[in-house]
């Protein structure tokens, strides 16, 4: 089946500007988490989405940061006034469901330049 | 919280020989340990993983191995090959939360 899907692939933007980032994540999956990735870097927890709800946003790094889950479905990762520091890659990942442990399937990432 | 440190951070082999990446985890609670292997430009792909109720686990020519007393695990590529250059992760997971917590990655180059 398919997969879970990102959009946009690339944005570019300019300092100061708000960006909105689309997750779709595998049908069915009740679990769906936002990570970042900066260039040569590892993997940063963001959000964390079970349902509708985000029981753990330990990870966003400001206010500026925000993130909401509509029908358990599609999430959106926005950023207000975007700073040069946001440029990264941000990946979306889901799993079936957290009453236990399962795995996370990631989609393809959001490649953010923020000049 | 958790934290996951992983070495090394590069590593270069022979195609043919073995490769070894070892993680040790902090949190005696986390009990789910992935492997996602990342190519350039591309998504985290699963490629092993390992649970706490388990030892050792094998795919082909992929192993990974757990030592709880010692919190940290390991994961071993035998006869590389060269699609098997790519960045490395390692990650442990708790029961409640379910966030994955990273290590800093290994980049993989097999030399033909």
């Known amino acids: 089946g398919a997969g879970v899907s990102q959009s946009p692939s690339n944005k570019v933007t300019e300092k100061g500007k708000d960006v909105e980032l689309r997750c779709d994540p595998i049908?069915?999956?009740?679990?769906l988490y936002w990570y970042r990735q900066s260039l040569g870097q590892g993997l940063e927890f963001l959000i964390y989405?079970?349902?509708?709800?985000?029981?753990?946003k330990s990870g966003l790094p400001s206010d500026r940061f925000s993130a909401e889950r509509t029908g358990g479905s599609v999430s959106t990762l926005t950023i207000q006034r975007t700073q040069q520091e946001d440029s990264a890659v941000y990946l979306c990942?889901?799993?079936?469901?957290?009453?236990?442990?399962?795995?996370?399937?990631f989609g393809p990432g959001t490649r953010l330049l923020v000049l | 919280g958790e934290n996951v440190e992983q070495h090394p951070s590069t590593l270069s082999v022979q195609e043919g020989d073995s490769a070894v990446i070892k993680c040790t985890y902090s949190?005696?609670?986390?009990?789910?340990f992935p492997w996602y292997k990342q190519e350039l430009g591309k998504r985290p792909q699963l490629i092993i993983d390992?649970?706490?109720?388990?030892g050792e686990k094998k795919d082909q020519r992929i192993a990974v191995t757990l030592n709880k007393t010692a919190k940290h695990f390991s994961l071993h590529i035998t006869e590389t090959q060269p699609e098997d250059s790519a960045v490395y992760f390692c990650a442990a997971v708790k029961a409640a939360g379910n966030k994955l917590t990273f290590g800093g990655g290994t980049r993989v180059l097999v030399k033909p």
């Open positions: 949190d005696s609670a986390s009990n789910y």
């Open positions: 390992i649970r706490s109720n388990v």
């Open positions: 049908s069915g999956h009740t679990a």
């Open positions: 989405f079970q349902g509708n709800s985000a029981p753990d």
């Open positions: 990942a889901s799993s079936p469901t957290r009453d236990r442990v399962e795995t996370q399937y």
